[in-house]
């Protein structure tokens, strides 16, 4: 059986709206987004963290640990679209056997639920 998910940081909203709007388009589980220092770290906030289980639960999605920023060790870069003129992150370094050998993908997997 397959688990179809979506990144948190590829959607418009805030916490609750994101889990909302997942489970309207049909996935099965959020990455969640852990932030950045200039963010103040969200996921840091044991109240935001109550919210997002309290959801997940209420909607039945589940929510992944390992979020995409462990990823910008391994080639996310930020490349100009043509047509817009906006910059866009793709994933044209990134090379699969690192991130499995990552210590953060590893914890993730130690922690996932089954």
């Known amino acids: 059986m397959w ?14 709206y994101t889990l909302h709007l997942a489970k309207q388009l049909g996935f099965d589980a959020v990455q969640l987004e852990f932030g950045s ?18 959801d997940s639960q209420v909607l039945g999605i589940r929510l992944l640990p390992l979020t995409i920023n462990a990823l910008c060790r391994y080639g996310v870069e930020y490349v100009r679209d043509q047509r817009t003129g906006t910059y866009l992150p793709t994933l044209t370094k990134m090379q699969v056997d690192d991130i499995l050998r990552d210590a953060d993908y590893i914890a993730a997997c130690k922690f996932a639920q089954d």
């Open 37 to 54: 220092p200039e963010s103040g770290m969200p996921l840091l906030h044991k109240r935001l963290r109550d919210l997002y289980l309290k």
């Open 3 to 16: 688990t179809i998910g979506i990144t948190q940081w590829s959607m418009p909203g805030n916490a609750a």
